[in-house]
């Protein structure tokens, strides 16, 4: 009980004996990307349209459909879009809201808006719904992708009308972390939902050196469970109600920060100040704890 006070005060919340005491045991950490590794606060560097669609409907729609969700790149979209249609013509003053709005964890999010079928996300998000990826909309997500950004695609009524590129830049201390996890002989790795050319880049410029992309929330669990077979003591870290299954199934799931409720009740650990350092403050905290009570 000192060992989890210690750890609150340094903002470090560790649920009970037990998760303490297995995270001395960890030879592996399992980072989501957005959010955990990365800012977290996307930022869209290029919109582009496709023909057909005007930029007035394009934005308009993006917005009611975005409005509602809490992914990190929904606000980003959101304010762009906005921004986007005032210069393009006027902003629509009563704006529509999204009916049957969902979430697609991992995926994005649709929406009925003016009884036009709304879809805003990732390729995968597309095939669910039988929506065919131009030529054109090809192009720019491979463009997107090889820049290492977030290519988000916008279907109105089954037709990609628009697409924006993403980025969001990696945390400043992630890279230190990933080394110095290394030099204590812990070993890491990268499960997103993101792109495999995205994660890829990110992965490389931070030193990880195995990745697993494109993964949903469910596929990241059995990431984990697969890992655990082979009798490694597994840690994820992830921020996201996406990362919520991960979390149960490791065997120390930590959640980073301000991330959603969902996250932190999944988690043994809670690292409340969004730091990628406080990894090592949690594991130090349990080999020290461990050691003194042997
Ligand atoms: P990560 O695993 O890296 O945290 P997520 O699983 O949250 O990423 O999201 C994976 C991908 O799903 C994103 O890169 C994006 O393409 C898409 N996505 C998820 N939510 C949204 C959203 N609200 N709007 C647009 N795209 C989304
Ligand atoms: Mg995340």
Redesign the pocket.
């Known amino acids: 009980m000192v060992a989890t006070g210690k750890g609150a005060s340094q903002g470090v919340l560790i649920k009970g004996g037990n998760a303490l005491e297995k995270a001395h045991k960890v030879a592996m950490v399992a980072f989501?990307?957005?959010?955990?590794l990365t800012m977290g606060k996307p930022v869209v560097v290029s919109a582009v349209l496709f023909s057909g669609f005007s930029m007035v409907e394009f934005c308009n729609v993006t917005v009611a459909a975005?409005a509602n969700?809490e992914?990190p790149?929904?606000k980003s979209?959101v304010e762009h879009a906005k921004k986007l249609s005032q210069k393009h013509g006027s902003f629509a003053k009563h704006l529509e809201e999204a009916k049957d709005f969902q979430?697609?964890?991992?995926?994005?999010?649709s929406g009925k808006i003016n009884d036009k079928i709304v879809l805003?996300?990732?390729k995968r998000?597309m095939l669910a719904y039988s929506v065919p990826i131009s030529h054109e909309a090809e192009d720019y997500i491979t463009e997107t992708e090889k820049l290492a950004r977030?290519?988000?695609l916008v279907a109105i009524d089954g037709k990609v009308a628009g697409a924006f590129a993403v980025t969001d830049p990696v945390k400043p201390e992630a890279g230190r972390v990933i080394s110095f996890l290394h030099s204590m002989g812990i070993s890491s790795i990268m499960?997103?939902?993101?792109?495999w050319a995205t994660a890829i880049a990110i992965a490389r410029e931070l030193g990880i050196k195995k990745v697993f992309a494109e993964?949903d929330?469910l596929g990241?669990a059995e990431k984990i469970k697969e890992l655990q077979m082979k009798g490694t003591t597994v840690a994820m870290v992830?921020?996201?109600i996406?990362?919520s299954p991960a979390l149960v199934a490791a065997d120390v799931g930590m959640a980073i920060g301000a991330g959603t409720d969902v996250a932190i009740e999944a988690a043994d650990i809670v690292l409340i100040k969004s730091n990628v350092e406080d990894v090592i403050t949690a594991i130090d905290l349990s080999r020290k704890t461990m050691s003194r009570i042997r």
Do not use: F, Q, R
């Not at 979430?103 to 999010?109: I, L, Q, R, S, Y």
């Not at 499960?191 to 792109?195: E, I, K, L, W, Y």
């Open positions: 989501d990307k957005t959010g955990t975005e969700s992914h790149i929904a979209i979430v697609h964890p991992g995926e994005g999010v805003v996300g990732n998000l977030t290519c988000v499960v997103t939902g993101d792109n993964t929330p990241k992830g921020d996201g996406n990362d």
